[in-house]
């Protein structure tokens, strides 16, 4: 796709998906609502399923790869990385917006049936894990690969609760991971 012509119509599919679902996305729909003929669409795209996968890909990968951009400084420090990873989903954040956690919500489903989308979202958490992974090494901890799953599922687990219900208060999650990552640094 060229630049300016495959950003109109992933903006336009993103916002296909996040207001009307995974199914409103046509081939009509996206050139109508990127404000080109609809024969752009297959020519710079291919297919509306590889329109709707680079869109959801292209957010995942923006969302989590920013939170994953720096780590805690030390064992003592990782409050802040915590806060960043769990709290990502915080009502007004502008990492995730509501049109993100819509896109979200309706990937998983639509990647049960598409083995492609599926496999590229499984990469994309590996590839998140990993960074967690990394990060954890990195200051010390112990078991970090397990540790590292077990906080990609909590910001999962985020994502989901706060996308129900915006009120929902993790700090004292945070504040409870954060002294039990400190407390199992101390016990190496």
Do not use: N
């Amino acid at each position: 796709m060229s630049g300016d012509t495959r950003d109109r119509l992933l903006a336009a599919t993103r916002t296909v998906i996040a207001a009307e679902g995974w199914g409103a996305v046509t081939t009509r729909r996206v050139a109508e609502v990127a404000g080109v003929g609809a024969g752009l669409v297959h020519y710079h795209a291919g297919s509306v399923a590889a329109l709707r996968r680079d869109a959801v890909l292209d957010v995942l990968s923006e969302t989590f790869g920013g939170a994953m951009a720096e780590g805690p400084a030390s064992a003592e420090d990782v409050d802040p990385w915590l806060r960043r990873l769990l709290l990502l989903p915080a009502a007004g954040s502008p990492a995730v917006t509501p049109e993100t956690l819509r896109l979200l919500h309706e990937s998983l489903p639509a990647a049960a049936h598409d083995e492609a989308l599926r496999e590229a979202i499984a990469e994309l958490l590996r590839r998140y894990r990993a960074g967690l992974t990394e990060h954890l090494r990195t200051v010390g901890l112990a078991e970090p690969e397990a540790t590292g799953a077990l906080l990609a599922a909590l910001v999962d687990g985020a994502l989901l609760q706060r996308s129900l219900d915006p009120r929902l208060d993790l700090e004292p999650i945070v504040g409870l991971l954060s002294a039990q990552l400190r407390a199992v640094r101390r016990d190496l």
